[in-house]
């Protein structure tokens, strides 16, 4: 089945630099907390102490090279699910962060010098399955590399353990 | 070696595979996260109790009432599962005592809930850090997919010299590559130098691969992991793996260490690929020096800095925390008449936990703290406070730092 339902994502962007490191998106010592609604109020206490008040439903988080670098913490993509983060859009990932951000359902694009074109608070209109981003302010059109139909499938599934149960359905 | 746990027993790189695990290790992400997705998926009975390990190692014992919640989760899963390989709190931290416990042999697939199980590679097993949703459908499937990462050979020849350890050979090789040097990568360590290495110095080093971005760092069975495993696991089977004769790699990087000597390597803040020559930081202050973790807490470890700080005491302005990697260690480093020394130095030392080097207890910064540290990340308020900072460095310079108070090559105490 063609993954034609995961819709167009509209929302600000919150713009990031390079190496944000997984202790930036949630640092460990949040990471007992059992309760992901309070987790999430600590995301990205250090780099922008304001996000969890103002994050709107589908804002888009945007940053440069390796976004996600460090600890297997899936509480980092978790948390801005949490806060309604419709995706994340940088020019690379940490190899950890984007798997974790699929298996729990965040879309997750590779958008070469997206930093470059956008700044902070710009509208953008983010085609998940099209890997394309259009930015409402200057009109300007980004692309990056679709992504696979295995991932597609798993994000529209809502994430890998809906789709985990999609499969063995299916298999019955 | 992903290739082996696979039906069609062949794969190369850039390809996706479904592969059998051997092993998962679990830590707290057990009863935090990985529990509730296993009740969601509706797993009553994992796949097989005897190929996995839990630990409780990360607030060990717990630190607040949370991570005592997430130790009564574990331990009765464990219990409810029948799981055979359980450490509760008075073991030591999951990736040494993994291998203490024979659960590793040359040629596994082991994954652990935590990204450090790279550290594995070092008994040339392929291993990887993973997260919650991918090992709750390990312990439902026993299988998890994997892209086959691309590989880069490191050859590395020549001696360290004297108070040079791994750590500074593998910070210095992460600063080289950057933090996403080998993203998506495998990193092969090959040549006399690694071939001729402790197990523990093997260890640090396959440790911090991570800290470059890399899936796993992968180095041949050498003596003594051969004779580590065998002492350990005797009745195990197990062949040790070695690369094809052709095998492609995407970088091909040679370190000559008798033709360019190693300088005791510190990690700048904030960031573990910021190391530069300790001569470039000697003299600056810190509030505390810590020595512990997965990374460099081993008994090798306790050795140097006991041998640094015997007859010596810690500096006045300094704290010196002391966090051996497993109860084993604590022991062994108890007989050796280490600990002795550390505290007749004036050092703290604690029971064997994850502790300082996630902020976690026993060692969180201040506002404003600077600590020098032989673990593994200096991200911001990695440790503790935001505006802490953190130099990572080896155990020797660290214990140098803590007898001077200021950062200090460990050449000068000899």
Redesign the interface.
């Known amino acids: 089945m063609m993954s034609t339902s995961l819709k167009p994502v509209r929302g600000r962007a919150w713009l990031f630099g390079d190496?944000v490191?997984?202790?930036?998106i949630i640092?460990?010592?949040y990471?007992?907390?059992?309760d992901y609604s309070e987790m999430a109020k600590h995301a990205f206490?250090?780099p922008r102490p304001e996000f969890s008040r103002n994050v709107r439903k589908n804002d888009i988080v945007v940053a440069g090279?390796?976004f996600g670098?460090?600890?297997?913490?899936?509480?980092a993509p978790r948390v801005l699910s949490q806060l309604g983060v419709g995706c994340v859009l940088a020019q690379?990932f940490?190899?950890?962060f984007y798997?974790?951000a699929i298996?729990?359902g965040l879309p997750v694009l590779m958008i070469p010098n997206v930093t470059h074109s956008v700044n902070d608070g710009m509208t953008l209109d983010v085609n998940i399955i099209k890997s394309a981003v259009i930015i409402k302010e200057t009109g300007e059109t980004l692309s990056g590399q679709p992504l696979s139909r295995?991932v597609l499938d798993i994000l529209q599934a809502g994430?890998?353990?809906a789709w985990?149960?999609k499969v063995k359905e299916s298999r019955k | 070696m992903l290739a082996t746990h696979t039906e069609k027993g062949k794969a190369s790189a850039g390809e996706?595979v479904d592969a059998s695990i051997d092993l998962l290790m679990v830590h707290?992400?057990l009863g935090?996260?990985i529990i509730p997705?296993l009740k969601?998926?509706?797993v009553k009975k994992i796949w097989d109790p005897t190929k996995v390990l839990v630990v409780n190692d990360?607030?060990a014992p717990a630190s607040?009432t949370?991570?005592a919640?997430?130790h009564i989760r574990n331990r009765q899963f464990v219990k409810e599962q029948g799981i055979t390989h359980f450490c509760d709190v008075n073991c030591g931290i999951c990736h040494q005592v993994l291998p203490e416990m024979g659960l590793v042999k040359p040629g596994d697939l082991v994954i652990g809930?935590?990204?450090h199980?790279t550290t594995y590679g070092a008994f040339n097993a392929f291993s990887t850090?993973?997260?919650?949703?991918?090992s709750?459908?390990i312990l439902?499937t026993g299988k998890c997919w994997f892209r086959v990462p691309e590989s880069m050979k490191i050859r590395i020849k020549g001696q360290l010299p004297e108070m040079v350890m791994s750590k500074d050979l593998i910070l210095k090789i992460v600063s080289d590559l950057g933090?996403?040097g080998a993203?998506?990568r495998s990193i092969e360590f090959h040549g006399p130098t690694v071939e001729s290495m402790s197990v523990a110095s093997r260890m640090t080093m396959c440790n911090m691969t991570v800290e470059a971005?890399a899936?796993c760092g992968l180095m041949m069975a050498n003596d003594a992991v051969k004779e580590w495993v065998t002492t350990r696991n005797p009745s195990a089977q197990w062949t040790p793996v070695a690369p094809d004769k052709d095998a492609h790699y995407v970088a091909d990087i040679d370190i000559d260490l008798d033709a360019e000597p190693l300088d005791p390597i510190v990690a700048l803040p904030h960031?573990p690929a910021n190391g530069k020559p300790v001569s470039e930081v000697e003299g600056l202050h810190v509030d505390q020096a810590f020595i512990g973790s997965c990374t460099n807490g081993r008994l090798e470890d306790l050795e140097i800095a006991a041998r640094i700080l015997k007859g010596r005491k810690v500096h006045q302005d300094v704290r010196l925390i002391i966090t051996p990697a497993s109860q084993e260690t604590y022991v062994d480093a108890l007989r050796a008449g280490y600990i002795d020394t550390f505290l007749s130095a004036g050092a703290v030392f604690t029971n064997s936990t994850c502790g300082a080097c996630?902020?976690?207890h026993l060692g969180?910064l201040g506002p404003g703290e600077i600590c020098i540290s032989s673990t593994n990340?200096n991200?911001?308020?990695?440790m503790?406070h935001?505006d802490s900072k953190v130099y990572l460095a080896s155990p020797a310079t660290v214990a140098a730092t803590a007898v001077k108070g200021v950062i200090t090559d460990p050449r000068r105490l000899i």
């Open positions: 190496n490191d997984t202790d930036q640092q460990g010592r990471l007992t907390l059992l206490e250090i090279n390796n670098g460090g600890s297997s913490r899936e509480e690379s940490a190899r950890l798997r974790n298996n729990i295995m994430g890998a353990v985990f149960r | 996706i707290e992400v935090s996260r997705i969601e998926m509706g990360h607030w607040d949370q991570s919640e997430i809930s935590d990204s199980s850090g993973l997260a919650a949703t991918d709750a459908l439902a933090v996403n993203n998506y971005g899936k960031s996630i902020g976690g969180v990340r991200f911001r308020g990695r503790g935001p």
